[in-house]
C-alpha cells in the first residue's frame, strides 16, 4: 500500500497554510516526485505568450503518421512536452474532496470523516498552489494534527493529489523510462493505444509507473494510471487515475484525477483508506476577454414609468444600488472561477424557482435570477436577487422536489428582504486576488432570519406543484442527517450559512417529521446521490451542464453511495465545436437513479 506519509512534508503543509515561506518550498520540492520540480532552463520561454491553440495542435497534425512504434513514441513524448508548454501561462482551480472510509458491514466503505483543499494551481516553472481556505488554519491545523493525522502519523497534501496531470514534469523520454506496447482500446468514442511505462534503472526517484494512454491521431495522452516509484524514506506516494478532456483544438486538458487506497478485504490491514476526487477548471480564466460585457449591457428592470428622463426617486435609487452590488459580486465570482457562465443548468432552476413563484403569486420589482457555484461543498446564498447553489449540492439532489425545497430557502431569503449585501456595490471591495475570495465576500445570516426563511419556504413549497413531492425532500434531509457528523467538510459552506450545525441538519429540517422512514436497504428508495451524478463542468471555460446517462440499475444498497466519491469514467470524444457548445434541453432535472456518463457508476 503506497501513500503519502510524510513527516518532513507535514511542515510544509502546515506552514503553507499559513502563508508560505520560501523555506517552506523548498522542503516540500525535495519530496516531491520529479515531475512537478523546476524545469529551470530546459524551457527558456515557457513564460512567453501562449501559444495559439490551434498552431501547434495542427503542427502535429500535419506531421506524416508514424509507421513504426518507435516513432509514435517519439510523437507521445513531443506532444506531451507541447501540453506542459501550452498550459504553463495557466493556473487553474484545482480542487480535491477525500473521504477517509471505514468498513460497514452492511453499507461496505463508508465515509468516516473527509477534507476539502481548493487551490490554484500554477503550472508555469514548477507546479505550485495557493490556497482558497486561508481563514481555517487553524482548524485545519487542529483537525489534521490533533485528529486523524495523530492516530494514524498521516497528512495529506493538497498538492499530492494533483501530481499526475503529466506524466513527468521535467523527464518523460527514453532514458528514463521504458515504453511497452500493451494494446488497441476505445476509451469513449476516442481509439487509443495503451503503454505501460517503467522507469529505467537509476531514473531517480519519483518517477512514474503505471499505463497511459494516447489518442491515436495526433498522439496526446488522454488517460494516466498508477504511481510514482522509489519514494525517498518516509514518503509513500497515491495511486491515481488521471483523465485528460479534448476541450481545445490539438490539446488534452488534464481534468480529473481519481485516488483510492484501502484494502478491506479479510486479514487486510486496515490502516488507512480513503477515495479522493480532484477535479481542475478555470483554465482559461486569465484568458478570458470582457469581449461579452457588450452583450451584458443590463437594461433597467426597474421600470421608470414616468415620460421624462428624470433622477431615480429614492426607491428606484435602492433598487438599482441592490442591483449594482449583486452585478458585482456575480461578476467578481465568476472571474475568479467560482461561479460558472450562465448556461442551461440555470433554466431547469429557474424553471422551478418560477413555479414557485407563480403559484404563491409573488411579484417582485426585480426578477430572480440563479447561477450555479463550480465548487463540491454542500451550500447555497443569495446575493440580491440572485440564488446560487453549489454543483455538489444539484450533484446530490434526488429529484425536483427536493431542488424546489433547496431553492425556496433562497427564495424565502428574497422575499422577506433579507438579502441586502449593499455593501458589494463600491467597486474597491470587488479588488482582492482570487484566492482571498472567500475572506472578501460572504452572504451569511443571522439565525433569526434562517428560522424565518425556513418557516416562509415551507408555506411556498406547500403552496406549490411540489407540494406532494415533499416526502422525497424530507427524505434528503434524513439521509443527510445521517452522514452530517461524517462529512464536515462537504458540509462547510464558504460563502452562505451552513445547512447544518454541530453534525445536525438545521436548513428545513422541518420537512423530515413528515417523511417516509430512512432505509438504506430498500432499494428503490433513493434519498441522496453520489457526488458527481448531475452537473458536468466543463474545465476549460468553467461552463456546466447536466449529466446526460443511462440510468444504471441499483442492485444492492453499496451501490446507493449517497454523498460519496466514486473513480471518474467520462466519455472520451474529440473536439468539435458541436460539443462546445452543445445545448441540453432538459427541462427539469431528471429524476433520481441517473447514475453519470461519467461517475457514480461502480467500476468494479
Ligand atoms: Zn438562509
Known amino acids: 500500500m503506497r501513500k503519502v506519509m510524510n513527516k518532513m512534508n507535514m511542515n510544509w503543509m502546515i506552514l503553507a497554510l499559513l502563508a508560505v515561506t520560501m523555506t517552506a518550498v523548498a522542503q516540500q520540492s525535495a519530496s516531491a516526485p520529479q515531475n512537478p520540480q523546476p524545469v529551470a532552463a530546459t524551457q527558456p520561454d515557457q513564460t512567453a505568450s501562449q501559444p495559439s491553440q490551434t498552431q501547434s495542435g495542427q503542427a502535429q497534425a500535419n506531421l506524416a503518421p508514424p509507421t513504426t512504434m518507435d516513432q509514435v513514441i517519439d510523437r507521445v513524448i513531443a506532444q506531451e512536452k507541447e501540453l506542459i508548454k501550452f498550459l504553463s501561462p495557466r493556473t487553474p482551480i484545482v480542487e480535491t474532496y477525500l473521504q477517509n472510509l471505514a468498513q460497514d458491514p452492511q453499507l461496505g466503505p463508508i465515509p468516516q470523516n473527509d477534507h476539502y483543499f481548493l487551490g490554484r494551481m500554477d503550472l508555469s516553472e514548477s507546479i505550485d498552489r495557493s490556497d482558497f481556505l486561508k481563514s481555517k488554519d487553524e482548524g485545519m ?50 481509439r487509443c493505444l495503451v503503454f505501460d511505462l517503467t522507469p529505467k534503472k537509476d531514473a531517480g526517484h519519483g518517477r512514474f509507473l503505471g499505463r497511459i494512454w494516447v489518442e491515436d491521431q495526433t498522439f496526446n495522452i488522454v488517460r494516466l494510471n498508477g504511481t510514482y516509484e522509489h519514494p525517498t524514506r518516509n514518503n509513500y506516494y497515491f495511486h491515481m487515475d488521471s483523465w485528460r478532456l479534448n476541450l481545445v483544438p490539438g490539446y488534452w486538458v488534464p481534468s480529473y484525477i481519481y485516488s483510492e487506497e484501502g484494502d478491506f478485504t479479510a486479514g487486510a490491514k486496515n490502516k488507512i483508506a480513503f477515495k479522493a476526487q480532484t477535479r481542475m477548471w478555470g483554465y482559461n480564466l486569465k484568458t478570458a476577454t470582457p469581449n461579452d460585457e457588450l452583450t451584458n449591457i443590463r437594461v433597467d428592470s426597474v421600470k421608470d414609468s414616468t415620460p421624462t428622463a428624470q433622477d431615480a426617486t429614492p426607491l428606484a435609487a435602492e433598487r438599482e444600488w441592490q442591483q449594482q452590488a449583486e452585478d458585482n459580486v456575480v461578476e467578481r465570482l465568476e472571474r475568479a472561477g467560482l461561479l460558472a457562465p450562465a448556461g442551461d443548468v440555470d433554466k431547469i432552476l429557474q424553471t422551478v424557482v418560477n413555479n414557485l413563484e407563480i403559484t404563491n403569486n409573488i411579484d417582485l420589482p426585480r426578477p430572480v435570477r440563479t447561477r450555479v457555484l463550480t465548487t463540491s461543498p454542500l451550500e447555497t446564498f443569495s446575493v440580491g436577487n440572485t440564488i446560487v447553489v453549489s454543483r455538489g449540492l444539484i450533484d446530490v439532489l434526488p429529484d425536483e422536489g427536493s431542488l424546489a425545497m433547496v431553492l425556496s430557502h433562497e427564495l424565502a431569503h428574497i422575499v422577506l428582504g433579507h438579502n441586502l449585501g449593499s455593501q458589494y456595490a463600491f467597486n474597491d471591495r470587488m479588488l482582492f486576488s482570487d484566492e482571498a475570495t472567500y475572506q472578501n465576500l460572504g452572504f451569511k445570516h443571522i439565525p433569526e432570519e434562517e428560522t424565518a426563511a425556513d418557516k416562509k419556504a415551507i408555506e411556498m413549497l406547500k403552496a406549490s406543484p411540489y407540494a406532494q413531492k415533499l416526502d422525497s425532500a424530507g427524505l434528503f434531509i434524513k439521509a443527510l442527517q445521517s452522514r452530517a457528523p461524517q462529512l464536515s467538510a462537504l458540509l462547510q459552506a464558504h460563502l452562505g450559512n451552513n445547512i447544518t450545525e454541530n453534525g445536525m441538519v438545521t436548513r428545513m429540517a422541518a420537512l423530515a417529521t413528515s417523511a417516509p422512514a430512512l432505509d438504506w436497504n430498500k432499494l428503490d428508495q433513493i434519498a441522496a446521490l453520489p457526488l458527481g451524478a448531475r452537473v458536468k463542468l466543463n474545465p476549460w471555460d468553467d461552463k456546466v451542464e447536466i449529466v446526460k446517462a443511462q440510468p444504471v440499475a441499483i442492485t444492492s444498497a453499496r451501490d446507493k453511495m449517497p454523498f460519496e466519491v466514486t473513480p471518474f469514467y467520462p466519455r472520451l470524444s474529440r473536439f468539435s465545436t458541436a460539443s462546445a457548445s452543445a445545448i441540453t434541453t432538459t427541462a427539469a432535472l431528471p429524476t433520481a437513479a441517473t447514475t453519470a456518463d461519467a461517475s457514480p457508476t461502480p467500476t468494479n
Not at 151 to 165: A, D, E, N, T, V
Not at 169 to 188: C, I, K, P, V
Request: no cysteine.
Open 141 to 190: 491545523e487542529r483537525h489534521l494534527l490533533g485528529g486523524f493525522a495523530k492516530k494514524f502519523k498521516f497528512q495529506y497534501q493538497p498538492l499530492g493529489f494533483s501530481w499526475m496531470i503529466f506524466v513527468d514534469r521535467t523527464d518523460f523520454d527514453r532514458q528514463h523510462y521504458n515504453f511497452h506496447y500493451a494494446r488497441r482500446e476505445f476509451l469513449g468514442d476516442v
